[in-house]
């Protein structure tokens, strides 16, 4: 895997604004100025990454940072307000007919919350067989085979086929929304916090279950995780998001042992390891603000201990600092 090879997936300025009209409240007070008002929530703002062919990108932040967004964009179910993801050098909002629908079932989303993901209705076999019926991708006597093979691909019996989501454990639906993506044989699953809901004696099992088939079909990871250690088991590059921004991208390595921006260093300090058993818990100053009112400048210098004068005026962009290692700060 080079970074000089052309990327799977490439992400270019790439921007998700959400308005909403203002409560009554809010509309009663500005009635005045008679202006229309909206709120509006820049969720992803100015994102640019390169995902090569083979790798697993780790997407790493706090809970409303834009991360699920994000991915929701590059699996194409959310159009970008502006700017571009390129799938195989191909603008994907330009794609259309057999093309678009090859981009669609190439690039698959595994969701947070397996259960609500999954038809309650519908028997597992119904679910994962769908897309197969739908896009006619196999004669229909190819099927139920299929289907069977995917269950034994993700460690399930086949007769769960005819069982119904609330009849199986959490772990088991989560490989269900597994098997439900490699029906359609992708190249690229973006893997939405896909442990996040389990209990943690399931979450290992699942995550080498991703290993496992990233290996046995050469695919391609974009990884959301709040979870460090998740993280640095699967990931082989990680990016850091804070308030729709990328501030940090680095190999793993560089990443866990050299980080340079003091939102993942923060972040890192407070990862639980055997080491810092005796250390006590002290959390990121502040909480993360609201994306209706972000920051000027840096919208980490609320929070930042190395926060100056122009931390507060100027944003800082992401420059490289080494080999493969970029960070959107001015002090590094």
């Known amino acids: 895997m080079t970074q000089s090879a052309p990327p799977l997936i490439e992400i270019k300025a790439l921007h998700k604004a959400f308005s909403s009209r203002p409560g009554l409240a809010q509309r009663l007070i500005h009635a005045a ?47 970008p307000t502006s700017g571009q993801v390129r799938y195989r050098d191909q603008d994907t909002q330009t ?32 679910i994962i067989s769908e897309a ?18 995917a269950l034994l691909e993700v460690g399930l019996e086949p007769a769960y086929k005819d069982r119904l989501p609330h009849q199986i454990s959490g772990g088991q639906r989560q490989r269900i929304g597994i098997a439900r993506a490699l029906a359609v044989n992708p ?41 460090l250690g ?23 390595d560089d990443i866990f042992n050299h980080a340079a921006h003091p939102y993942t260093q923060a972040l890192l300090a407070e990862m639980p390891s055997i080491e810092k058993r005796k250390r006590q818990f002290a959390p990121i100053k502040g909480e993360i603000p ?23 005026q100027e944003p800082p962009a992401l420059k490289t600092i080494g080999s493969g290692h970029q960070a959107a700060c001015h002090f590094v």
């Open 33 to 79: 100025s008679q202006k229309k008002i909206m709120n509006t929530v820049h969720a992803v703002n100015g994102v640019d990454l390169r995902i090569q062919r083979g790798e697993v990108l780790g997407l790493v932040g706090e809970s409303g940072c834009g991360k699920s967004t994000l991915g929701r964009m590059v699996a194409g179910l959310l159009p």
């Open 290 to 312: 609201s994306p209706l009112n972000p920051p000027t400048g840096c919208t980490f210098h609320p929070r930042c201990p190395l926060a100056k004068e122009i931390c507060r």
């Open 95 to 126: 794609l259309q007919g057999r093309e678009r629908l090859k981009y669609i079932l190439d690039v698959q989303l595994i969701f947070q919350d397996p259960l609500a993901s999954l038809n309650p209705k519908q028997k597992l076999g119904q």
């Open 187 to 227: 190249s690229f699953l973006v893997c939405d916090e896909p442990v996040a809901a389990l209990d943690v004696s399931i979450q290992a099992q699942v995550i080498n279950l991703f290993m496992d088939l990233r290996t046995r079909h050469q695919l391609t990871y974009l990884f959301i995780s709040h979870d």
């Open 230 to 252: 998740v993280v640095r088991h699967i990931s082989d590059r990680v990016a850091i998001m804070y308030l729709g921004r990328i501030v940090e991208l680095a190999s793993r």
């Open 132 to 149: 197969l019926y739908v896009h006619k991708l196999l004669p229909r006597r190819e099927i139920p085979a299929r289907v069977e093979q």
